[in-house]
């Protein structure tokens, strides 16, 4: 039996440049149809099992090429969300607080 097939990361440039941090092989693609080129490009892939693909660029794609994805067994396409950015809290000290909750799993009050 072959090797292990790999994964791959569909996404614009903004999110793929995350994915490349963190050790996948993203592909980018900035355009609904550009997605849809790139998309086929890695179907062709024989060593791909897993392509993550970005919610936006799947949603772009044409409900036929939707429903023919569906039905393929490899490689398997999962869409994503895209990143939830939350704002800071206001002002320096619940900026503090906000950080140390994260760092240490719960509120703590500053006196």
Not at 28 to 41: G, I, K, P, Y
Not at 87 to 104: F, H, K, S, T
């Amino acid at each position: 039996m072959g090797g292990a097939l790999g994964v791959r990361v569909l996404a614009r440039p903004e999110i793929a440049a995350g994915f490349a941090l963190a050790g996948l092989r993203p592909v980018e693609a900035v355009t609904d149809a550009d997605a849809s080129e790139r998309l086929d490009e890695l179907l062709a892939a024989p060593d791909i099992g897993v392509v993550l693909m970005e919610e936006r660029l799947y949603d772009g794609l044409a409900e036929d090429v939707r429903r023919r994805l569906g039905r393929r067994a490899l490689p398997m396409v999962v869409p994503f969300p895209e990143p939830a950015w939350v704002e800071r809290p206001p002002g320096a000290e619940a900026y503090i607080v906000e950080l140390l909750r994260q760092v240490i799993g719960y509120r703590v009050r500053l006196k």
